[in-house]
Nanobody, 123 residues
Framework: VQLQACGGGLVQAGDSLRLACVGS????????IGWFRQAPGKERELVGG????????SYVDSAKGRFTISRDNSKNTAYLEMTGLRPEDTAVYYC?????????????????WGQGTQVTVSS
């Protein structure tokens, strides 16, 4: 599957932003999607993900209550809705995919990656 992440931009603290991950080339509905981010000088980290089997979601603590992940398989698209953005959310955001039945936390667990989209939150 090929993935393309989009929707990033420059926003102010407290604003909301919705990222999209569009898949092509294979059955998007059979892939678990993970959303990752990488800030300058830091390792790539999981934000959360959504399983292909039941669309169940999971999030890291910093995202709980602020970020929502969803998917629309009819559009081959997964979404990362971010609210209450903070300067520390500034990063390049990536979507990734695998065939697992759960949301893996490690980038190495995902063989398919989108190109990333920059999110910058100003204070």
């Amino acid at each position: 599957v090929q993935l393309q992440a989009c929707g990033g931009g420059l926003v102010q603290a407290g604003d909301s932003l919705r990222l999209a991950c569009v898949g092509s080339g294979d059955s998007f509905n059979r892939y678990t999607i993970g959303w990752f981010r990488q800030a300058p000088g830091k390792e790539r980290e999981l934000v959360g993900g959504i399983k292909w089997s039941d669309s169940g979601t999971s999030y890291v603590d910093s995202a709980k209550g602020r970020f929502t992940i969803s998917r629309d398989n009819s559009k081959n698209t997964a979404y990362l809705e971010m609210t209450g953005l903070r300067p520390e959310d500034t990063a390049v955001y990536y979507c990734a995919a695998n065939r697992a039945l759960w949301v893996g936390m490690l980038p190495s667990q995902y063989p398919y990656w989108g190109q990333g989209t920059q999110v910058t939150v100003s204070s």
